[in-house]
């Protein structure tokens, strides 16, 4: 069974911290996603990697970075946490013939 | 810029009742289709998708939606809801033959089911 794990369901951090969140994916697939949900904006798109020390600007990329240094890891940095960044932050993979996108089950991150 | 609209914030069916929700993209070209389903607290999970074909699409959980091109539309149906339906529904969309493509998302439709 295809396998996206986020290393942590909730996290609680102040104001200032740096943060990671990190994901693993066992598929060996080539695409790896940052999302964030909020209530009633849906998913956005933070930064994306089709590669190994590849990355790309989502649509909301201000305020995070990411690292993807092995081809089933791929990190999500908040370099200093501020309170409204606070959310669910959601993980994704998809290979280089589908498109099709296969979820972690999501960090809840609050920040105070 | 592409796009994907959901016009139903939140919607309440009866069990046992027809369900259809509504989702409409802006493409400039027939785009990959998704829909997905969260449960509270849980990530996504794949129903159904489009990329090409039959227009009318079969999915898990006895989902269905179908692509109407002349309305840039992806609907989803299914003809009795079961209590277990009440989440989260999302449509999204992703340029055709761009594999790798990260997905563009509604803002979701959240189900209620009544008994």
């Known amino acids: 069974d295809v396998k996206v794990t986020q290393s942590s369901r909730y996290l609680v951090k102040r104001t200032g911290e740096k943060v990671f969140l990190e994901c693993v994916q066992d598929?060996?697939?080539?695409?790896m996603f940052w999302y964030r949900q909020d209530p009633g904006l849906g998913l956005r798109l933070i930064y994306f990697s089709y590669d190994v020390k590849m990355k790309e600007k989502g649509d909301i990329p201000e305020g995070y970075s990411v690292s993807r240094e092995k081809k089933e890891r791929f990190s999500l940095i908040l370099e200093s946490a501020s309170t409204n960044q606070t959310s669910m932050y959601l993980c994704a993979s998809s290979d280089s013939v589908n498109t099709e996108a296969f979820f972690g089950q999501g960090t809840r991150l609050t920040v105070v | 810029a592409q796009s994907v609209t959901q016009p139903d914030i939140h919607i309440t069916v009866s069990e046992g009742a027809s369900l259809e929700l509504r989702c409409n993209y802006s493409y400039g070209a027939t785009p990959y289709l998704f829909w997905y389903v969260q449960s509270p607290g849980q990530g996504l999970q794949l129903l159904l998708k489009y990329f090409s074909g039959d227009t009318l699409v079969q999915g898990i959980k006895g989902f269905e939606a179908e692509f109407k091109r002349s309305q840039s539309s992806f609907n989803l149906r299914k003809p009795s809801v079961h209590w277990s339906d009440a989440a989260e529904y999302f449509c999204?969309?992703?340029?055709?033959?761009?594999?790798?493509?990260?997905?563009?998302f509604g803002k979701g439709t959240t189900l209620s089911v009544s008994s």
């Open positions: 598929m060996d697939h080539e695409n």
């Open positions: 999204a969309v992703a340029p055709a033959n761009q594999a790798g493509t990260a997905l563009i």
